[in-house]
């Protein structure tokens, strides 16, 4: 499974983006989902995940301002990010897992500007 990330860019604090993760083939509901990003010069963390069931779970500092959605129609993965903020500036990459396997995006920059 070949997954292309989009949607990220230069936005000011306070800002939104919704990044997008499109999977090269069907991904159904056994499907698991998650964004990671990883600042510069920081260490990869989990952002956003949904489980096979739809429970979702977020890092402390996104909740309330992120939401990760999926649309099994599209293969698609979303992220939509609100009330964007400086220490949000990372490169995001998407993971889909289908135990065993997992599968990741080649990762969209987001730079978010004071």
């Known amino acids: 499974v070949q997954l292309q990330a989009s949607g990220g860019g230069l936005v000011q604090a306070g800002g939104s983006l919704r990044l997008s993760c499109v999977a090269s083939?069907?991904?159904?509901?056994?499907?698991?989902m998650a964004w990671y990003r990883q600042p510069p010069g920081k260490q990869r963390e989990l952002v956003a995940s949904m489980t096979v069931g739809g429970t979702t779970d977020y890092l402390d500092s996104v909740k309330g301002r992120f939401t990760i959605s999926r649309d099994n129609a599209r293969n698609t993965v979303h992220l939509q990010m609100n009330s964007l903020k400086p220490e949000d500036t990372a490169v995001y990459l998407c993971?889909?897992?289908?135990?065993?396997?997992?599968?990741w995006g080649q990762g969209t920059e987001v730079t978010v500007s004071s």
């Open positions: 083939r069907r991904i159904g509901g056994t499907w698991a």
């Open positions: 993971n889909v897992v289908a135990k065993p396997y997992s599968y």
